[in-house]
């Protein structure tokens, strides 16, 4: 997943992905799905956020 996080996020990355790797882009959908990547992304923002909460002040 580490090929998508560096591509920008537009239509057309796990196409982007797919060459990248030389797999077909059937291949990438598949592992996307299958590392729940939309799930990750959505949450990571809510992470950052309680992190920088239990820290405290700056």
């Known amino acids: 997943m580490d090929v998508l996080s560096g591509?920008?996020?537009?239509?057309?990355r796990q196409k982007a992905a797919a060459q990248l790797l030389g797999v077909s882009e059937q291949a990438v959908s598949q592992r996307v799905r299958a590392a729940m990547?939309?799930?990750?992304?959505a949450v990571l923002p809510v992470i950052v956020r309680r992190?920088?909460?239990l820290s405290g002040p700056t």
């Open 37 to 41: 990547w939309s799930e990750e992304c």
């Open 7 to 12: 591509l920008a996020d537009k239509p057309g």
């Open 51 to 53: 992190l920088e909460e």
